[in-house]
């Protein structure tokens, strides 16, 4: 019974994306991205990491595409991994914050009173940090590589996902079948995580398809910053930096990996937008 | 109203602090030490004692803590790399930070606010797909990929601008532009939003059933209230580009406060990052709550929650 | 020297015959960092130095060869036992502020740079024993004992001589004597904007005459290429660091001037042999066959790098070739099962932008060792870390495979070999800190510091040299090259084998 319900309202949901242009074109451009990463080893020409010093920084060509860097490496190949590396960061980080987050925000709302204060006036004051900033501080303490990419990402997300979620756990709460299930003699957690958390999720999946574009900019300009992933991992931004010297010499360096942050981030941004239209029917102006 | 202004006032002292504790306790977490650094290549284990001693490395943390506390009211603490003052080294790049975000914004502003309006009165048109298109072009533009493709056209190709550094107005164009393309593109689709809401508002269609020309609806009655939540807009993205410029600095080679702190974070330059962080951590609380204090001005049901 | 001279004729002929279009011109010199501070004694990095070159002078000062020539004093003597040095003064010569440069000018700086606690005080410190006035234009260094390197460390960037009268105006905070210089060099300081800009101006009184530049502004641009598009498009008239790719680019630019001169500095991976494997010799021998040095200068440095066979570069005073190590990945994996490893996992542990294309080269040696089985973890750090984590004391030593840099500022082989072959002269105050440790190769280190012969010298250091390249206590890498771009109206331009380009005597041509 409600298994049914709920595949009901995703058609429902899936039916107002596919009306919606712009929803469509971002939901495709993010399938192609996820596509391309997760075959990406079937999907590339060559090795993103194998070095060939007789092609050095050949440009757009038949055997390459879209040009090799100053090591010979196939920058077609290294687009498409660093598609895996942005997103399976992005994904991961995000889906922390979100799940971290929303649970603080929840307890926060539902709970009121001294933990609401707690954790809302610590939110507060990572929100007050730039958020590039606290991000490049954390990596400092941690050091670089993928996984403390994804902390730090995590981190500076976070207080967001706390927002929303406690915005609507409060708004939630007063429904009366809340109220019902409290003179039922249910829990509080129960409560929590039986009618209000559930209740409160569309806006949370929306905060998400946007924080996706956000933390792949972000893990994109820490990478170009130095702060990124290890070598020989593919990823765009630490690319991009080291294109930026090589680019009056083999300008196609700069234009390809550039392009793909772009592409992806755009479809993230239409893919969340899109959402919200569908999810909120009555702000579909905002 | 001044109740309203006094407990957000208030509100500001636990942020403060919980903000200088915080970074206090993540520059301590870093790897590192800062003695050492300062010391140089060739120097003696005598020579980091003494550097240590004479900065307070050597004290226990929760006396470092109150020593930099009491640094930060009296003004007295010093760079440990420069041994400058610690204002002094900030506030002529804080300044650079606020000349290019201050001429960042009236951009964006001017151009957000100008294609936003257009994009509402023509809605649907294909002026308002292109503005859409522009603004959803302009916050998916990575900012140092946008900062690389002009300065390839700009300085490289062209040679009309300079590739970077400080000097004359020619030097801010192309940051400001960088900085300011992500900011122009939000406010255009918030004023775009906006209006589309005034103008379904009742007093629009009584206005309008009126026979009032439309030109003078929409610039002399829908524009200022449609200009509520803009103003708030353009304040909040302002407060984002102090201390968000740290990328458009870095490809420029812009020498503002956010690449000073980064610069400092690697070389431990503890009181720097500091000081550094906590001056951009306040201006953005004040500039958002300097927004908080206009909008409940102008809508006067919000000074009651 | 023969250039110096040449450049100096011309100089001296255009000012007997007063060609006055020379004179003039406002000089933009881009650099890639901000000068940490003003005051010669406390500095330690390359900016400081580039700019206190122009304001200060020094009793003596490097020529383009490393050769020590004349500057403030015009002669000297040395004892016979080696320990009493005595310099005559140029006369009539004065500090920025109007102070009087004379023997108690020289007296003022080296004792209070003795007597306090600044950066450079270590290199002055142990030698000096006294300074003694003779009389106004005559100054007596007695040394604690015999030390050959002497004048060297008094044309080392520390020994510019600050004016008294700032010493006694700021002598006791270091943070304003640095934001306050005033030398009696070609140029004084007149603004200094930080992160930005310094900006100088002609001496109208200089002892050697006025400079032909007005004015010469150091803007400061951090991104190598960024100064480098400066210079194409006018807006800088200098840099250096130039990025290899760029050369070609640049050789064709028909407004540029572009000087390819060999550095001192040269660049290899260390190993701490603390550490097993690295003990092995075998394993250290097979990282030398593992890596294509040729593949490195000719593909990631574009020629400005030769590759190296011995820790001496070739323009090092003491340098013998030892054949090196050829590239031969077989060998390499040979080698290492030899030592009982069909497979090795290393941390290799770099800078990034500290040295030209550093991490560049790093990732091409990632790359090339993985074909001989050997799988290095590229850990990249600030430079600041970098320090921190190579120079620890031994038993914290962490790390395993690092890449390094290092440039004799004395130009002599005395000060590679050392300080960082030398089996005492452990971190964290030495600097070996791969943990070296031959005694032949200690005590022919010992040899050469006395050894006064130069022949007899130099045959001490190429048996050390080929010692330590036999053992692979290094994985040798490359020498560096400097590039220099300048503005091709810009004659006069030195470029010093320490990485230091100056400008105090170049001129605008029309």
């Known amino acids: ?286 | ?305 | 020297m023969k250039k110096f001279l040449v450049v100096a004729f011309f100089v001296s002929l255009f000012a007997v015959f007063g060609f006055a279009e020379n004179y003039g011109g406002d000089f933009v010199y881009a650099m890639g960092a901000d000068a940490v501070t003003l005051l010669p004694a406390n500095m330690s990095d390359n900016p400081s130095e580039a700019v206190c070159r122009h304001i200060f002078d020094g009793l003596v000062e490097f020529a383009e060869d490393m050769e020590i020539v004349p500057a403030l004093a015009k002669s000297w003597e040395i004892s016979e036992d080696g320990t009493v040095y005595t310099f005559h003064l140029q006369q009539g010569v004065k500090f920025h502020d109007g102070a009087a440069f004379n023997a108690q000018a020289v007296k003022t700086y080296f004792d209070w740079i003795v007597a306090s606690n600044v950066k450079r005080t270590s290199l002055y410190e142990p030698y000096i024993k006294q300074i003694n006035v003779v009389d106004e234009n005559t100054v007596e260094f007695v040394l604690h004992f015999s030390f050959g390197g002497f004048t060297s460390t008094l044309a080392h960037g520390a020994g510019l001589i600050v004016s008294p009268a700032m010493i006694a105006k700021y002598g006791d905070d270091v943070g304003e004597l640095g934001k306050h210089p005033s030398g009696t060099g070609p140029f004084a300081l007149e603004v200094w904007k930080r992160a930005e800009v310094i900006q100088v101006r002609a001496n109208e009184d200089y002892w050697k005459g006025r400079p032909y530049l007005d004015s010469i502004e150091f803007r400061v641009i951090p991104e190598d290429i960024t100064r480098v598009i400066q210079v194409q498009s006018g807006d800088a008239d200098l840099t250096m660091r130039v990025p290899p790719i760029m050369k070609r680019r640049l050789e064709g630019d028909k407004n540029l001037t572009l000087r390819n001169d060999p550095s001192l500095r040269v660049i290899y991976l260390g190993f701490n042999m603390r550490k097993a494997p690295l003990d092995n010799v075998l394993v250290r021998q097979a990282f030398n066959y593992a890596i294509d040095k040729e593949k490195l200068c000719s593909v990631i440095m574009r020629g400005l790098a030769t590759p190296s066979d011995s820790p001496l570069s070739p323009n090092t005073w003491g340098y013998a070739p030892t054949g090196g190590y050829p590239y031969d990945p077989a060998k390499a994996r040979e080698l290492l099962k030899q030592a009982g490893y069909d497979e090795l996992d290393i941390v290799l542990s770099t800078p990034r932008g500290r040295y030209l294309q550093d991490y560049e080269t790093i990732i091409a040696v990632q790359a090339m060792l993985a074909d001989s089985n050997i799988n290095a973890d590229v850990q990249p750090m600030e430079w600041g870390e970098y320090i921190n984590f190579l120079f620890t004391e031994p038993e914290n030593s962490n790390y395993e495979v690092f890449l390094l840099g290092w440039a004799p500022s004395t130009g002599d082989a005395d000060w590679v070999l050392r300080p960082l072959f030398s089996s005492d002269n452990l971190p964290p105050s030495g600097d070996n800190n791969t943990f070296y440790n031959n005694p032949k190769v200690d005590e022919l280190i010992q040899a050469g510091m006395r050894e006064s012969d130069p022949e007899a010298r130099h045959a001490i250091y190429a048996e050390a040299q080929q010692i330590i390249v036999e053992d692979a206590g290094w994985a040798f890498l490359y020498n560096l090259n400097q590039l220099v771009v300048f503005n091709n109206k810009v004659q006069g331009v030195e470029v010093l084998p320490i990485e230091i380009v100056l400008v105090k005597n170049a001129w605008f041509e029309n």
């Open chain 2, 1 to 305: 109203m001044r109740n309203f202004v006094v407990r957000r006032l208030m509100l500001l002292i636990p942020i403060f602090l919980g903000v200088s504790i915080l970074i206090f306790l993540l520059m301590h977490f870093i790897p590192g030490d800062p003695a050492r650094l300062l010391a140089g290549e060739g120097a003696t284990p005598q020579d980091i004692l003494n550097i240590r001693q004479k900065f307070g490395l050597d004290q226990p943390l929760i006396t470092q803590y109150f020593l930099f506390m009491k640094g930060v009211f009296t003004g007295e603490l010093i760079s440990l790399r420069t041994e400058a003052g610690v204002m002094e080294e900030i506030l002529p790049r804080f300044w650079n930070t606020i000349q290019l975000s201050l001429l960042s914004i009236l951009i964006s502003a001017t151009l957000g606010i100008g294609l936003g309006i257009v994009a509402a009165v023509k809605r649907n048109s294909w002026v308002d797909n292109l503005v859409m298109g522009f603004s959803l072009f302009g916050v998916s533009m990575p900012v140092f990929w946008l900062g690389i493709l002009l300065i390839l056209l700009f300085a490289v190709v062209f040679d009309w601008l300079p590739a970077g550094g400080k000097g004359g107005f020619e030097h801010i164009i192309l940051p400001a532009i960088t900085l300011g393309m992500a900011t122009s593109a939000i406010i255009a689709r918030m004023t775009r939003a906006s209006m589309l809401q005034v103008l379904s508002q009742d007093f629009i269609r009584t206005a309008d059933a009126f026979g009032i020309r439309r030109n003078k609806i929409i610039y002399k009655y829908a524009l200022k209230n449609a200009m509520i939540p803009v103003v708030t807009i353009v304040g909040i993205q302002f407060g984002y580009m102090l201390g968000g410029a740290v990328l458009t600095e870095s490809v420029f080679g812009w020498p503002g406060l956010g690449r000073l702190i980064v610069d400092s974070i690697f070389s431990r330059d503890y009181t720097v990052v500091q000081v550094g962080i906590m001056v951009i951590a306040m201006t953005f609380v004040f500039v958002n709550l300097g927004v908080d204090i206009t909008y409940a001005f102008l809508d006067p049901r919000i000074r009651r929650r």
């Open chain 1, 1 to 286: 019974m409600r298994r049914s319900k709920r595949a009901d309202s995703f058609f429902v949901i899936w039916r107002r994306i596919k009306k919606n242009r712009m929803a469509m074109v971002g939901t495709f451009i993010v399938l192609f991205f996820v596509v391309l990463a997760v075959f990406a080893p079937w999907v590339a020409p060559f090795s993103p990491t194998e070095h060939n010093y007789e092609d050095s920084l050949v440009g757009p060509s038949l055997k390459h595409w879209f040009g090799t860097d100053i090591y010979g490496r196939d920058i077609l190949s290294r687009v498409i991994f660093g598609a895996r590396t942005s997103l399976g960061i992005a994904f991961l980080a995000v889906s922390i914050a979100a799940v971290s987050g929303v649970l603080l925000g929840a307890i926060a709302g539902f709970f009121g009173g001294f933990w609401d204060e707690l954790i809302m006036r610590f939110f507060d004051i990572l929100l007050a940090f730039p958020d590039i900033l606290l991000a490049i501080a954390i990596i400092a303490i941690l050091g670089t590589g993928w996984f403390n990419l994804v902390l730090a990402i995590a981190i500076y997300s976070m207080p967001q996902f706390a927002r929303i979620a406690r915005s609507e756990v409060v708004s939630v709460k007063q429904n009366e079948y809340v109220e019902a299930a409290m003179a039922l003699g249910e829990g509080p957690w129960t409560r929590l995580f039986r009618y209000v958390l559930p209740n409160s999720l569309a806006p949370v999946i929306i905060q998400g398809s946007l924080r996706m574009a956000t933390a792949i900019l972000s893990i994109s300009g820490l990478g170009f910053l130095g702060l990124g992933v290890k070598p020989p991992l593919a990823e765009w931004g630490t690319d991009l930096s080291l294109a930026r010297t090589y680019l009056q010499v083999a300008p196609h360096l700069g234009i390809f990996t550039g392009l793909a942050i772009f592409l992806i981030v755009m479809g993230f941004n239409y893919f969340g937008d899109g959402l919200n239209d569908a999810l909120n029917p009555k702000l579909k102006d905002r």
